[in-house]
């Protein structure tokens, strides 16, 4: 096992960080790491916004749902999907908007910029953890993107998507067990037996009951399969696909 591959599967979300900013050239690394994934068709499809400004960053934590490690944090990324400078590049060509618009505002251009920005976004947590840094996803920015497009002053076209803390850890979690691989890696054609697909969650339910019980010193039991079903329960974000229709990246 090389030390890529060890970096890769000991990661783990990092909540509290120590108050040491990142240097210039860590930021810069983690972007052009970024920049190294993959993109569909050499069309880079997204933007990095570094946030730096703490009252930005304490801006931001609060419409993501309070959460203080956005605001205290060594360095805060957003990835945002981005099909602006493609409607620039157009008129560099002197090709009018009118010929790319529908191209512009697909459904599947839309999906381009966020496969794009979660490409360059794994790409950059490895290469944080590889530096000995701490990462946390930030999902909570969709709470209420029309305020966060305002702080980060993102134009049409442009869709902040997530965020990403970087920094020195200050704590050392535990680390969540993934699922098992024969519950999600399938060979030729999609598994049909739902009822051993079952049987293998409930061994996978008991693993991670034991893991909050221990966690929590035995405040906690859920199983995944428990929270899973809350979350699916509770419809959020629900006014995604205004929100898009409004900044002319309508799901058609």
Excluded at 36 to 64: F, H, N, R, W
Excluded at 160 to 172: I, K, M, N, R, T
Excluded at 213 to 233: C, L
Aim: charged letters at 25%; aromatic letters at 8%; a negative charge.
């Amino acid at each position: 096992m090389n030390n890529t591959i060890e970096t890769i599967l000991n990661h783990r979300s990092i909540r509290s960080f120590k108050d040491i900013p990142l240097t210039d050239e860590q930021i810069t690394m983690i972007v052009r790491c970024a920049q190294s994934a993959a993109t569909s068709s050499y069309l880079q499809v997204y933007s990095i916004i570094g946030v730096k400004d703490p009252v930005k960053k304490q801006k931001l934590a609060e419409l993501a749902g309070n959460q203080d490690y956005v605001a205290n944090n060594g360095h805060f990324f957003v990835f945002c999907a981005d099909l602006n400078r493609h409607k620039l590049a157009a008129e560099l060509e002197n090709v009018p908007l009118e010929d790319i618009v529908e191209t512009l505002e697909s459904t599947e251009k839309f999906m381009v910029g966020l496969i794009d920005a979660a490409l360059a976004a794994q790409n950059a947590v490895i290469s944080a953890e590889s530096m000995g840094l701490g990462i946390c996803f930030i999902g909570g920015l969709r709470n209420n993107l029309p305020e966060v497009a305002n702080v980060l002053k993102t134009p049409d076209r442009v869709i902040p998507l997530f965020g990403l803390c970087v920094g020195v850890p200050d704590q050392q979690p535990g680390q969540k067990q993934r699922l098992p691989m024969e519950n999600l890696y399938h060979v030729d054609e999609y598994m049909q037996d739902d009822e051993q697909f079952k049987q293998q969650l409930s061994r996978y339910n008991e693993d991670i009951s034991n893991y909050y019980q221990k966690r929590t010193e035995g405040k906690r039991s859920h199983t995944w399969t428990e929270i899973v079903t809350s979350k699916m329960t509770k419809p959020v974000r629900m006014y995604m696909k205004d929100f898009l229709n409004n900044i002319k990246l309508p799901l058609k």
